[in-house]
Every structure is written in structure tokens, then in C-alpha cells.
């Protein structure tokens, strides 16, 4: 028999907050995380804004020499791993080492480390590359060194699935746990891609917005003038645990993980394909996984990247798969407010997603000014809405045509 999964802790450093309470008070108010690019000079960029973190002190969770020695993404992830493993109240010790795992997707990893070390190659030669290039860079070295922090010797691994990558982390996971492999897992992903090679390229794909004069007015999903998203960067990781070890440890349980789908369009390497038949396929899955009907479903926190197709098609998507119940559901996109975090989006919409099912509120798609006739579900535009939520679906779309989604369901003992 397959073993139940629960949510025991969330943790998250992000362009709205540097923990999780910041972070939800934030996004209930309608908050926009989105600046003025602080990390290079943008001088010669079309894109000058981005979702960068705030007020965040790394010596807060690691020391000097590892601020030198790993890449943001990895300092990002041994944050939220700290903050989600002290919410747990989870102690990894001799009893549980071996039956606690970790999984930590992201998009890119270590690019910034990638960026400084080959100016420095140019620059400066061969004999002042730093030797903890290749460990800063590497991508599994975030979900590494949680491990090597916590003594966690369970499966560990690392999904490199462009924007989807979060959530296939958090889908492996719970797959580690209901079929017996680990009572506990640390699980979500990391970013840290604001440099100035990623928004360059991003740029010369004309993949991300350049409403440099309005910052927090530039992500705006589903919004008829929207022109592409923007790139953020943080970490959003939540502890997974099989419910008889929650229970036997007295863990608050945010709600339950019950199901998880993971397709491939095979169509394109950045575009969705018209209908997003993979994506219909992967929420149809999810809900066959998680045991549910799709009227079951409350709310959707979307994709909603703020790009012309996948808006579009994404809710073309969704019309498809909740047929009738489609003037019931609730979608949002935080997206809106933090921006799109890459790899590391579908850990912290994975929190956002069991916040509102603990809380009972569905957060808002804040700048939806206008919407595109073709978005025509409750968009939940501007503010933050009262509603109890049975159940919650996090949906997920990389480049290469990669689709995960994720139900989280209330605990119901």
C-alpha cells in the first residue's frame, strides 16, 4: 500500500521575503517584489528589473568562507533548508539518517559562479581560477551540502528541469516516500540566475519584459499587455514526511501531498505547443495520482509566467481539464508579485499553494489591469480572497517542454 505524504515545514528566501511569515503577509497584501536591477550594471541592457532578494544577510546562515566559496543558489538553499527544518521541529540524528533524503531542483545553478570565474580566466590566467569553481557551479552541490549540513543520507538528487525543476524535486520526493524509500524528505529548489549573462540572453530570446519604468507593474500574467516575464531569483523548500512519523512526532501537518504528474510536450524547446495537451495530460495525471475528481480543486496556483503563449495556453489548458467546474475554480498567479524564480518557482508556489489551504485564502493575480479576453477564468485579480480550500493544484512549465504539477490536499485524518 502506498504510504501517505504530509507537509510538516516550509522555508523560503524570496524577492517579497527572507521567511516564510514575511513572505505570506506579502503576497496576501499584494505585494510586488520586483526592482531595479542592484547585481551589474544594466546600463547597456533592455532589460533593467528583476526579482532580486532584499535585506538578506547571508551570515545569517553561513559563514565568511562559504559566502566565498558557494554560489548564492547553494547559500539560498541552505537557508530555506534551515528555516524549513527548524518549522518542522525535525531532528536528523542516528535513528533517521538514513530514511531522510533530499531532492533540490534548479533551472541553471551555478551561473554566477560560472560568469566571475571566466572573467577571471580572461582577466587575470589560468593560476587565480578560485578551486571551488566547479563545487559552486555544479547544480546537485545545493541539495550536497543540505545533506552534508544535516547528516542526511537518504536518496538524494538533483532535477535540472528548467522551470519545472522545483516541482519535479517535490514530485521525486514524495514518490521517495509513498513507496517506502525515505520517511523524510528535504525537498523544493534554488536560484540565483539574476547576472548579467542569463538576462542578456534571456533578452536576446526577447523571453522577459523590459518595463523598466514600472517595475512592479512589469509581471503581469494574463493581462492583455503583458510582455514577458520577469526573472527572479531565492529558494522555497518544504520538509515532506511520511504521516505515521509526523503523527509519532507531534509535527504540524500543513496539509497533504497526494499527488504529483509529469509529461513532455515534445513539441518545442521554449514554446508550448496550442491547448497544451501535455500540460492537459500532467493535471490529469496529478488528479488520478492524488485520488481526486477535478471538482475536488479550489484552487490552481498557475504557471502564469506573464509571456504571450503560455498564458494563453495554459488556461486553454485548464478550460479542458475542470470542463463545468472551471466557474468554480479560483487561479492565481504569484508570479505577479515575486516574479518567475526558474527552478526554484515551484518551491515556493508549492508553500504559497499549502498556505492557502492552511489559511483558508486564495492569493491574488495582482496587475491585471486588462485582461486577455482568452483569460477569461476568476483570475482572482488584485486582492487577496477568503476561501476555504479542499484542495490545491501548483502547475509547472520548463523549456524543453517539461510539465509537473502538484496536488495538495487538507489533512484529513
Known amino acids: 500500500m502506498r504510504k501517505r505524504v504530509v507537509v510538516t515545514g516550509l522555508g523560503t528566501v524570496n524577492p517579497i521575503g527572507n521567511c516564510v511569515k514575511d513572505t505570506w503577509e506579502g503576497i496576501c497584501a499584494g505585494k510586488s517584489g520586483i526592482s531595479a536591477i542592484t547585481k551589474f550594471d544594466t546600463t547597456n541592457f ?97 541539495a550536497g551540502n543540505i545533506a552534508i549540513r544535516y547528516g542526511a543520507r537518504g536518496p538524494i538528487s538533483c532535477t535540472v528541469t528548467a522551470c519545472a525543476a522545483g516541482n519535479n524535486a517535490i514530485g521525486d520526493a514524495f514518490r521517495a516516500i509513498s513507496y517506502g524509500y525515505a520517511d523524510v524528505m528535504i525537498a523544493g529548489g534554488a536560484e540565483a540566475a539574476v547576472c548579467s549573462l542569463t538576462v542578456a540572453a534571456f533578452n536576446a530570446m526577447r523571453a522577459i519584459s523590459t518595463r523598466n519604468d514600472k517595475p512592479e507593474a512589469a509581471s503581469r500574467p494574463f493581462d492583455k499587455d503583458r510582455d514577458g516575464f520577469v526573472i527572479s531569483e531565492g529558494s522555497g523548500i518544504v520538509i515532506l514526511e511520511e504521516l505515521t512519523s509526523a503523527l509519532n512526532r507531534g509535527a504540524t501537518i500543513y496539509a497533504e501531498l497526494s499527488g504529483f504528474g509529469s509529461t513532455c510536450d515534445a513539441f518545442h524547446i521554449a514554446a508550448p505547443p496550442p491547448g497544451h495537451p501535455g500540460a492537459v495530460k500532467c493535471m490529469q495525471l496529478a488528479l488520478q495520482d492524488a485520488g481526486v475528481e477535478a471538482s475536488d480543486i479550489d484552487y490552481i496556483n498557475a504557471h502564469g509566467t506573464s509571456t504571450p503563449l503560455n498564458d494563453i495556453y495554459e488556461i486553454e489548458a485548464i478550460k479542458k481539464v475542470f470542463g463545468d467546474h472551471n466557474k468554480n475554480l479560483s487561479v492565481s498567479s504569484t508570479k505577479s508579485m515575486t516574479g518567475h524564480m526558474l527552478g526554484a518557482a515551484g518551491g515556493l508556489e508549492a508553500i504559497i499553494s499549502v498556505k492557502s489551504i492552511y489559511e483558508g485564502i486564495v492569493p491574488p493575480t495582482i496587475n491585471l489591469d486588462n485582461p486577455d479576453p482568452a483569460c477569461n477564468l476568476d483570475l482572482v485579480p488584485h486582492r487577496t480572497r477568503k476561501k476555504a480550500v479542499r484542495a490545491a493544484m501548483s502547475n509547472t512549465f520548463g523549456f524543453g517542454g517539461v510539465n509537473a504539477v502538484l496536488v495538495f490536499k487538507k489533512y484529513d485524518e
Open 46 to 142: 533592455r532589460t533593467k528589473i528583476a526579482g532580486e532578494l532584499k535585506n538578506f544577510d547571508p551570515l545569517t546562515f553561513v559563514t565568511q568562507k562559504e559566502v566565498r566559496r558557494f554560489d548564492d543558489f547553494i547559500i539560498y538553499a541552505l537557508a530555506s533548508a534551515e528555516m524549513a527544518i527548524a518549522d518542522s521541529g525535525l531532528t536528523i540524528d542516528d535513528k533517521n539518517t538514513w530514511r531522510t533524503g533530499v531532492i533540490l531542483g534548479t533551472g541553471i545553478g551555478g551561473i554566477s559562479t560560472i560568469e566571475k570565474e571566466k572573467e577571471v580566466l580572461l582577466n587575470s590566467g589560468t593560476k587565480k581560477i578560485s578551486p571551488f569553481t566547479i563545487p559552486g557551479a555544479l547544480a546537485n552541490l545545493a
